[in-house]
């Protein structure tokens, strides 16, 4: 099982991470294949390739100027595992265990996104 890594005060890692450098498309689409064989899959009523895990790739993209100047951009490409109904996907034992805690996540991930998207009277005002 996959556990976090706290790397530091603001910044959650995952153990089965990978940072690298590359330089080509050919190098990016082998790390992307490499990837996605390591991405939980299991057949349900529902779907015979259900995703079971989240995937989040980010391309850091840096570069320097001729006046020196630093540049950084960042691309973030999220592919969540599905939520599934319950009683229609027909799962049980270690797998409903596993579904319920997928639908758990991206109940989560939805509270989050809705608590980012709200604008509060204090957040509005400028200082």
């Known amino acids: ?3 976090k890594t706290f790397l530091s005060s603001n910044v959650v890692g995952v153990n089965a991470s990978l940072k690298t450098h590359v ?3 050919e190098h990016t689409m082998q ?4 990837g996605m064989t ?3 899959v299991a057949a ?3 779907n015979d390739h259900s995703s079971r895990s ?3 790739l980010t391309f850091t993209i840096e570069t320097k100027t001729k006046s020196s100047v630093f540049r950084q951009a960042k ?3 999220v592919d969540l595992a599905g939520s599934e109904r319950l009683n229609r996907s027909g799962v049980e034992g270690s797998a409903l265990r ?3 805690n997928i639908n758990s996540s991206l109940t989560a991930l939805a509270d989050v996104l809705c608590a980012l998207s709200t604008t509060t009277p204090s957040s509005s005002s400028s200082s």
């Open 31 to 34: 790390l992307i294949e490499r």
């Open 44 to 46: 349900t009523k529902l």
């Open 75 to 77: 691309l973030h490409l």
């Open 38 to 40: 390591m991405r939980s």
């Open 1 to 3: 099982k996959t556990k």
């Open 98 to 100: 596993e579904t319920l």
């Open 54 to 56: 989240h995937a989040i």
């Open 23 to 25: 330089t080509s498309y």
